[in-house]
Structure formats: C-alpha cells, structure tokens
C-alpha cells in the first residue's frame, strides 16, 4: 500500500478489525519512510462491473463515486455515518448480484432512489432532484406531490 503522504511503497498494518457488519475491514497502517498515519478499508469485490451512461458511453463503476453523490443528497442531515456506508454497501451489493457485468446508469439510479426513499425522504428529493435534472421549482412540486400520494397510499 502507497502512503497517501510521502507516496512510499512500504506501508505496515497496524491494526485490522471488521467493521460492525462485517462487510469491511478496516486497517490501521503506517509509513516507514515518513511515519504518517492512516487508514484503508478493505471489502469483497463479486466482480467487475461497467456502467452504460445515458450517452451509450461505458465506463468502470466507481464505489467512491456513487458514494460522494449519496453523500450529497445526505449533506446537512443528521443521519448515522454507518447506517449510510450500510446502504451503499447494500446497492452495490444488489447491482453485483444481477449477475450482469454491464448495468445502464438508469437502473443505478432507480436503485439508489428506492433505498434513499427508505431512508431519509429530504436525501431522497435531493437525489432526484440531479437524477432526474430538475430545472424549475415546479419540478420539485410536482415531485413532492407525487411523493405524498405514494406515501398516503
């Protein structure tokens, strides 16, 4: 593992412990060239997946990408860190178990949808307001309008 300070090769594990659910490990590490300090997190990858863009545009899906736009919608809201980790862990989860190596970014995007509708209803219309690109403020109404029938439903 590179030190993310000084760019060594040599790093050493410190210390490495599951995480709560036991779908990571999380690794203490230190550089033996600077003695910087830090961590990296380890979990099961099932397979390589490729994401089709709405443009017919392939590129390699990115758990950090994914997770940085959840955060985003999550952004100022009081929500447990793990309970959100959790929840990404459980999209890519079910994106790897479809059993297909190419999944169009639709598909990724409803899915996310449905576990934030789950969640946290002001992250979900926040996500959808990127995900469905919403450009005037009736876009939103109409949203939340719909939200609540689902919801008295």
């Known amino acids: 593992m590179r030190c ?14 599951p995480t709560e659910d036991n779908a990571v490990i999380r690794r203490r590490r230190s550089c033996t060239q600077c003695g910087a300090r830090f961590t990296t997190f380890e979990r099961v990858q099932l397979r390589d997946l490729t994401v089709i863009k709405r443009d017919g545009k392939r590129v390699v899906f990115d758990r950090d990408k994914l997770t940085r736009s959840i955060m985003t ?8 860190p793990e309970r959100i980790e959790r929840m990404i862990t459980g999209v890519v989860r079910r994106l790897e178990s479809l059993g297909e190596n190419e999944i169009d970014s639709v598909s990724i995007g409803e899915m996310v949808m449905g576990a934030l509708s789950e969640v946290d209803q002001v992250a979900y219309v926040r996500f959808a307001s990127v995900y469905r690109n919403f450009t005037e403020a009736k876009d939103f109404e109409e949203f939340i309008i719909d939200l609540k029938k689902d919801y008295n439903n």
């Open 73 to 80: 919608a999550f952004r100022k809201r009081s929500m447990d």
């Open 4 to 17: 993310p300070f000084c760019s060594y090769v040599d790093t050493q594990v410190k210390d490495s412990r």
